[in-house]
């Protein structure tokens, strides 16, 4: 199985402010990422798809963009809303695999 | 709108079984892989596997194959998830969600908890 490896498992930032959080895959998933997020008591939601690629209705202030197996998840000009956990998942290769998420807290 | 509703959660003994529906509306249903995605109580997410749209194509996580069986019914818009020999490990919500690859579209959520 492809092992996605998130960091951080939890940051907290104020509003207004950027953050970028990461997934590294256990090998090369040719753009084949997605991103989502989880809001308390809530599914999941899909943010973006095939790395960089905004799912329909999602703001703008989310992107995503890959280095080699490194894949990024950016958030800009945080609102308060935007407090939740993002989960990045492979869809490279069966079995379809999540990172272990990161908790996003607002100061 | 797109809309996924699971149903059929609850407490269950340790070794028996216990079956999931998800109703689906909103989107012609027969033109779309679905799938089933779990997340244990504090944990992240695992998926379990996907079905294609005739049936002919099911994936499962390799760990799951052997107790859970996803099945659908197009007629009534509604995909299935059979789980059997429960164990206190598969204690989670069980997300229904529509596929292939990514899960553009998901359900609010069954609690299936396993104990005695």
């Known amino acids: 199985d492809i092992q996605m490896t998130q960091s951080p498992a939890s940051l907290s930032a104020s509003l207004g402010e950027t953050v970028t959080i990461e997934c590294l895959a256990s090998?090369?998933?040719?753009?084949?990422l997605a991103w989502y997020q989880q809001k308390p008591g809530k599914s999941p939601q899909l943010l973006i798809y095939?790395?960089?690629s905004l799912q329909d209705g999602v703001p703008s202030r989310f992107s995503g963009s890959e280095s080699g197996t490194q894949y990024s998840l950016e958030i800009n000009s945080l609102q308060s809303e935007d407090a939740a956990t993002y989960f990045c998942?492979?869809?490279?290769?069966?079995?379809?695999?999540f990172g272990g998420g990161t908790k996003l807290e607002l100061k | 709108e797109v809309k996924l509703v699971e149903s059929g959660g609850g407490l269950v003994q340790p070794g028996r079984s216990l079956k999931l529906s998800c109703a689906a509306s909103?989107?012609?249903?027969?033109?779309?892989?679905m799938g089933w995605v779990r997340q244990a109580p504090g944990k992240g997410l695992e998926w379990i596997g996907e079905?294609?749209?005739?049936?002919?194509?099911?994936n499962y996580t390799p760990s799951l194959k052997d107790k859970f069986t996803i099945s659908r019914d197009n007629a009534q818009n509604t995909l299935y998830l059979q789980m059997s020999k429960l164990g206190s490990e598969d204690t989670a919500i069980y997300y229904c969600?529509?596929?292939?690859?990514?899960?553009?579209?998901w359900g609010q959520g069954a609690s299936v908890t396993v104990s005695s």
């Open positions: 969600a529509r596929t292939p690859y990514v899960m553009d579209a």
């Open positions: 090998e090369d998933i040719y753009s084949n």
């Open positions: 079905i294609n749209q005739d049936s002919s194509t099911i």
């Open positions: 909103g989107f012609s249903f027969n033109d779309y892989w």
């Open positions: 095939d790395a960089s």
């Open positions: 998942q492979q869809h490279h290769d069966y079995p379809w695999t």
